[in-house]
């Protein structure tokens, strides 16, 4: 494998702008359609060189990370040295990744042996197989962890092929991005403690070796995630995984939307449908309550109308009981035009109840002073037993004929009674 920044004729600091003008240099050069038949398969794989060293070295995180590893990538696999200067190989099936990192690795984006799905499907199943051999001998972890899987190491979601779900896609690139190996990288070791000639000397050497370990364990899983993202970066399956899923959960929200504004809308429905039955049953009952204040007044009237068409007395002394009976009633009735109120025996059986007529009315508790009347107030619109105030005779006539007063009326006389102290006189002028 040739360095990437070989390919195009650069030095490793060029800047952005050089790179792509000596990219569309090389790629118009190297071009099949500009060679001759026996040259163009010389020049497509060329071709195909130059495009892969442009596509690394134009990201800025897959620059970096082959800037990081370009040494390594160059040697192949050897890349873990010994203190001495030699060469210390990796155990046997060891996965190494540098050589995935190239656009020649595979021929075309299909299934067939050397196409994108299948390459990258033995890749990422090689490498899943020595973390599961690592994992069954790394004393990290723990007898716990192992009883949760029946000591058996976990799977990696597999690569799949060109025909793999959306769900299969996403899930595998979820996974190895966060990558993390089993491996010990004992390879990595810079001294053999064995040869340590003293304690002090050994501890040293095993405190530069986990150094050492743990160095070249992070730089593999780094560079597995590097793999993972170059390989996803040209995966023609997670763009329209990645479509299809947003699809799917659009409809989902869509649909979830739409029952919460249906249900919504029934209980919107509900309670309105609430709101007009409760007014109409209180239009009902103030309906019912003007009707029968209409039939009150109405029978007060015709007993007055029925008094003056009563027939005319036959002799004197019919006449005179008339008279007689007319001055009785003009007597008891006084100067006031407010009807005299006359109590029952029994008690009152319980009114209907009813909604409040909205009065013109000035209320006074039980613990206000009678002189919190209003100044023009007349005592003779004050209702000692329903504790009210009327602006009006008027007012105070339709008042007096109503069924609550009378109950608050008859109500006032038994608490008299009961106390002593009952006034005929004052419970006869409410």
């Given at each position: 494998m040739r360095c990437f920044y070989e390919v195009l004729g650069v030095p490793v600091d060029v800047d952005d702008d050089a790179l792509r003008k000596a990219y569309r240099k090389a790629a118009l050069k190297n071009h099949p359609d500009k060679h001759a038949i026996d040259e163009r398969?010389?020049?497509?794989?060329?071709?195909?060189?130059?495009?892969?060293?442009?596509e690394v070295l134009s990201d800025p995180s897959e620059r970096k990370w082959y800037d990081k590893h370009r040494t390594s990538i160059l040697r192949g696999s050897e890349r873990h040295q010994k203190g001495d200067g030699g060469q210390k190989e990796p155990p046997e099936g060891y996965v190494d990744v540098s050589r995935f990192f190239a656009r020649g690795c595979f021929?075309?984006?299909?299934?067939?042996?050397?196409g994108f799905y299948t390459v990258y499907a033995e890749c990422f199943a090689a490498i899943d197989e020595q973390e599961q051999r690592a994992w069954l001998y790394n004393e990290d972890i723990s007898e716990k962890a192992r009883a949760r899987t029946n000591n058996q190491p976990p799977e990696a979601p597999a690569f799949g092929r060109s025909d793999a779900s959306p769900e299969s896609v996403i899930n595998f690139y979820r996974h190895w991005q966060s990558f993390?190996?089993?491996?010990?990288?004992?390879?990595?070791?810079?001294?053999?403690?064995?040869?340590?000639?003293?304690?002090?000397?050994?501890?040293a050497a095993e405190e530069e070796n986990k150094k050492a370990r743990r160095r070249a364990r992070r730089e593999y899983a780094e560079s597995?995630?590097?793999l993972v993202l170059f390989v996803k970066k040209r995966d023609p399956r997670y763009e329209n995984a990645v479509a299809a899923i947003e699809e799917r959960e659009s409809a989902r929200a869509a649909e979830a939307k739409a029952r919460r504004d249906a249900e919504k809308a029934r209980r919107y429905a509900l309670m309105k449908e609430s709101l007009v039955v409760e007014e109409s049953e209180e239009e009902e009952s103030e309906e019912?309550?003007?009707?029968?204040?209409?039939?009150?007044?109405?029978?007060g009237v015709e007993e007055d109308v029925g008094a003056l068409d009563a027939p005319a007395p036959a002799n004197e002394a019919e006449a005179e009981a008339q008279a007689h009976a007319h001055a009785e009633a003009e007597a008891g009735d006084g100067a006031s035009n407010t009807p005299r109120v006359h109590f029952a025996e029994d008690t009152l059986p319980p009114a209907k109840p009813k909604k409040k007529k909205k009065e013109k009315v000035v209320l006074i508790d039980d613990d206000d002073d009678f002189d919190a009347a209003p100044a023009a107030a007349s005592t003779d619109l004050w209702c000692e037993a329903c504790r009210k105030w009327f602006k009006s005779e008027?007012?105070?006539?339709?008042?007096?004929?109503?069924?609550?007063?009378?109950?608050?009326?008859?109500?006032?006389?038994?608490?008299?009674?009961?106390?002593?102290?009952?006034?005929?006189?004052?419970?006869?002028?409410?």
């Open positions: 398969q010389a020049a497509e794989e060329r071709f195909k060189e130059i495009n892969n060293a442009f021929t075309a984006f299909d299934d067939t042996n050397k993390t190996t089993q491996l010990d990288f004992a390879w990595a070791d810079i001294y053999d403690t064995r040869t340590a000639p003293d304690r002090r000397t050994r501890r597995v995630e590097a019912e309550e003007s009707e029968e204040e209409e039939s009150d007044d109405k029978n008027g007012a105070m006539a339709n008042h007096v004929r109503s069924k609550k007063h009378n109950q608050a009326v008859e109500a006032l006389r038994r608490r008299l009674e009961k106390e002593g102290l009952l006034d005929e006189d004052d419970v006869a002028s409410c």
